[in-house]
């Protein structure tokens, strides 16, 4: 990336491989602003093939560089979720307004058909991993039928905030489902497997206080935040114009609306030059110290960094904090039962495969379920789930 788009573009990077097999952690992160050095410090998901988008900078609770969030087992799940679905209803958008008839798009009038752009998806690999979310989906589905298991609104909620909670924060998830082009109404589906396995397992699923306190002394260090500051800038290519704008200010001049006006940070520009928290090592070094050196409400001198001359003004402030085994408690039962869940599905879905009909004509591939005495396949249709109020 160059450094002009360094300065003003932030990366939004999700990797993933082409067999949608989780091989690590997810990693959405926003970097790099005008003065923004973030520290990747997590493990991404490793993959064959990119997704980024770049955008002028408009988001600076993430550009911000909040001290990183694990992402642990339930990130893996959130982007199995967000990335089968994306997949799913690419290929569910042909079964409406005509299946594959009509027209995707058009170049200089030449028409470019939606079967044209289902054979490339099919081609691309995508349409065959569509198909195997499709059965998994009916095969749980199934078995949920059978064990007379229903699933409420407020379970599908649940499971939602789950995969919010593993993204980090509420905005980072609807960064996700707008990076995708998705809304929360395509993760229906999906959510409700998540739902439907987590009762299909509850019974297997057993979190002790040992295995809590084990989990809190290995990721103590991940629970702590580092002392963190809030602050606006103005920044501006010369130190006279530095100097113009911090008269300005001391003669009663709005900060925001000043940065609004002249700051070159197209990035916060737009929010009064608002970087929201950010700790230490995420800011380039002048810009750190002086910010660090700031009471609340106080205002920098112009501050020279290799983009140019920052006014600071700092506007809040967190101290560093480490939360007790008590205080997270909740938060680690549910991420370990995320990770038996995960791991308990494997094999759940697994046995399912074995014990089932599959037919899957996008492969030609048919698995026959074991029969009993008379020759008849051990199972049989179910009804497609429904959810309960």
Known sequence: MSEENKRFNEQDEVETNSNNTIEGQEEIETSKDIYYEKKQNETSIESDADIENEAPVNNQAQAAGAAPKRAGVGGWVASAILLVALIVVSIKAFSGGGGLSGEAASVNG??????????????????????????????????????????TDAD???????????????????????????????LHPDLLEQAQLRKLLSDQIKITDEDIKSYYDENKASFSTEEQVRASHILVATKE???????????????????????????????????????????????????????????????????GYHIIKVTDRKEASSPTLEEKKADITDTLTSQKIYTLSQTLISDLRSQAKIVNNLTADTAAAPTNSTGDATTGDAPAATTGK
């Open 110 to 151: 030449v028409k470019i058909s939606k079967a044209d752009l289902y054979d490339t998806l099919v081609k691309g690999g995508n349409g065959e991993s569509a198909v195997e979310g499709l059965i998994t989906y009916e095969l749980v589905n199934q078995e949920a039928q059978k064990k007379g298991i229903t699933v």
């Open 156 to 186: 599908l909620n649940r499971e939602l905030d789950v995969i919010k909670k593993s993204m980090g924060s509420e905005e980072a998830f609807q960064q996700a489902l707008q990076q995708y082009k998705m809304t929360e109404a395509d």
């Open 241 to 307: 114009e530095a100097d113009a704008i911090e008269k300005q200010l001391k003669d009663g001049a709005d900060f925001a609306a000043l940065a609004k006006e002249k700051s070159l940070d197209t990035g916060s520009k737009a929010n009064g030059g608002d970087l929201d928290f950010f700790s230490k090592g995420n800011m380039v070094q002048e810009f750190e110290s002086a910010a660090f050196s700031l009471k609340v409400g106080e205002v920098s001198e112009p501050v020279k960094s290799e983009y």
